[in-house]
């Protein structure tokens, strides 16, 4: 039975900094590429970041990017979403994710949330301005 469990949510102040971490286990974690989406109140899920899953591909949403750093382990099953500089409007359940897509079509669709087999709970994270 595949589980994603994310934590590392919380309250933090504008500018600061946060970690999620998603831990996965069920299957092997190194086969499946990873990603991160968001969903505020009232909007729709969206794309934060993602990564193959060898780690040589990393991609992120334009409203993120030179803020966020996605990475993983795959000898520990995890990967980690580190959030700098946060703002506001970054405040969200993020939502980890895996895809067992190949490489080639990840590669064109990690946005798009139908490339993704398994989704976790999601963790809060709170923005003061």
């Known amino acids: 039975q595949v589980q994603l469990v994310e934590s590392g949510g919380g309250l933090v102040q504008g500018g600061g900094s946060l970690r999620l971490s998603c831990a996965a286990s069920?299957?092997?974690?190194?086969?499946?590429?990873m990603g991160w989406f968001r969903q505020a109140p009232g909007k729709e899920r969206e794309f934060v970041a993602a990564?193959?899953?060898?780690?040589?591909?990393?991609y992120y949403a334009d409203s993120v990017k030179g803020r966020f750093t996605l990475s993983r382990d795959n000898a520990k099953s995890t990967v980690y979403l580190q959030m700098n500089s946060l703002k506001p409007e970054d405040t969200a359940v993020y939502y980890c994710?895996?895809?067992?897509?190949?490489?080639?079509?990840?590669?064109?669709?990690?946005?798009?949330?139908?490339?993704?087999?398994?989704w976790g709970q999601g963790t809060q994270v709170t923005v003061s301005s």
């Open positions: 069920g299957r092997t974690f190194s086969n499946y590429h």
């Open positions: 990564i193959s899953r060898s780690g040589a591909y990393t």
């Open positions: 994710t895996e895809s067992s897509a190949s490489i080639r079509l990840y590669r064109d669709s990690y946005y798009r949330m139908a490339s993704y087999d398994y």
